[in-house]
């Protein structure tokens, strides 16, 4: 790149893995009836557009997902792991308490060592991943950073209660990455980010390791009407306040990829901007809710489709736990 020039970052790769086991709705009512749960398919597909999630195996590490999700943005960029000068995963689901998964995953590409590169971990659930890439996205802009790897990764299916079934046929497990790099030319164009502590309870995994043990409740919460609420107001707030910070409008939008909870809420925000529905990047209906990989994901599986293509104008948002949400704008 021009080094006397404004400059910004831009993404030159993008990844994705899927764990192969493939859980169908029907997969899950069988699992749940064993259980004396009950729910259908017909539920899940008419209030969330789900039909299908992917479970890692036992065993199966959150940096063992953002490793396959990481090659392939990698490889896609045309970089090795070498070039990498900074690594941000976000998760809500990481391998330890601590080190971080991001240093994990440092040590697992090979790259881990004496002068080894910043690597850490942003916990802003369902929203982590916007967060991280408009985290990267000031570091490379300030010279901090020159190729970061951004990546989401989740194993959600260690964290469910399986006699909820408010909440345990929401979720799915998944990483997606993407290699981040300075450049003359934006990029990513703005982002808009928040938190309102207020709502921690509507949306959580209140337990916590505490004197050896786990204390109190290790598996997910959801207030599911109330986030819904939230979430649709958040989404279409975020989604103005970037297009204004961008100088851009909707009518500039090629494509829209919001988190992937529920199909309803997403229909609403690509509604509420005057979105033709083709615009709207969906893979809730086979990944689930993949928490932090669902943008990730949703965005590669549309890069690789041949949807997304250089110079489209894509807005990514996320909303979840915290309650966290923000929208990042970019030209691909
Ligand atoms: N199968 C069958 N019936 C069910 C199931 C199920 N799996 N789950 C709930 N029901 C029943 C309820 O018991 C209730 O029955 P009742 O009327 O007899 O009491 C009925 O269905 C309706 O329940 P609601 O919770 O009101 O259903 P709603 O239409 O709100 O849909 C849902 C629930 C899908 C969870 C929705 O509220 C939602 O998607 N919320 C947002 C989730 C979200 O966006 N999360 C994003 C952040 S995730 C993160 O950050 C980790």
Redesign the pocket.
């Known amino acids: 790149m021009n080094t006397t020039g404004p400059r910004y970052s831009r993404i030159t790769g993008t990844g994705s893995h899927l764990p192969p086991r493939r859980l169908t709705n029907d997969d899950m009512v069988s699992m749940l009836v064993a259980r004396g749960v009950?729910?259908?398919d017909a539920?899940?597909v008419e209030?969330?557009g789900i039909r299908a999630r992917h479970f890692a195996a036992d065993g199966v590490a959150c940096s063992d997902l953002a490793l396959a999700a990481s090659r392939a943005a990698l490889q896609a960029a045309g970089r090795h792991a070498e070039d990498v000068d900074l690594i941000i995963v976000a998760t809500s689901t990481p391998d330890m308490v601590f080190p971080s998964t991001a240093a994990i995953l440092q040590h697992k590409l090979g790259i881990a060592g004496p002068s080894g590169c910043p690597a850490f971990d942003l916990q802003a659930?369902?929203s982590g991943f916007v967060y991280a890439l408009a985290v990267a996205d000031a570091m490379i802009r300030a010279g901090g950073a020159s190729c970061a790897l951004i990546v989401g990764a989740e194993i959600f299916s260690r964290i469910l209660d399986f006699d909820d079934?408010?909440t345990c046929?929401?979720f799915g497990d998944g990483a997606g990455a993407v290699v981040l790099e300075a450049s003359g030319e934006p990029g990513i164009l703005a982002s808009d980010l928040h938190a309102d502590g207020r709502h921690v309870g509507i949306?959580c995994v209140p337990g916590t390791v505490a004197g050896g043990r786990v204390s109190g409740d290790p598996l997910l919460k959801?207030d599911?009407?109330a986030?819904?609420k939230l979430?649709v107001g958040v989404l279409d707030s975020a989604a103005r306040a970037v297009l204004a910070k961008a100088g851009r409008t909707e009518a500039d939008l090629d494509w829209l990829i919001p988190?992937q909870?529920?199909i309803r809420?997403m229909q609403s925000t690509a509604k509420k901007l005057k979105l033709a529905p083709e615009k709207l990047i969906v893979t809730v209906d086979e990944h689930g809710?993949t928490?932090a990989a669902s943008v990730p994901l949703a965005l590669d599986v549309a890069v690789r489709s041949g949807r997304v293509q250089r110079g489209d104008t894509v807005m990514l948002e996320g909303?979840?736990?915290g309650f966290t949400w923000g929208a990042v704008l970019l030209d691909f």
């Open positions: 009950e729910t259908s539920w899940i209030r969330t659930v369902c079934r408010t046929v929401l949306l959801m599911g009407p986030v819904f979430a988190h909870a529920n809420i809710n928490s909303v979840g736990g």
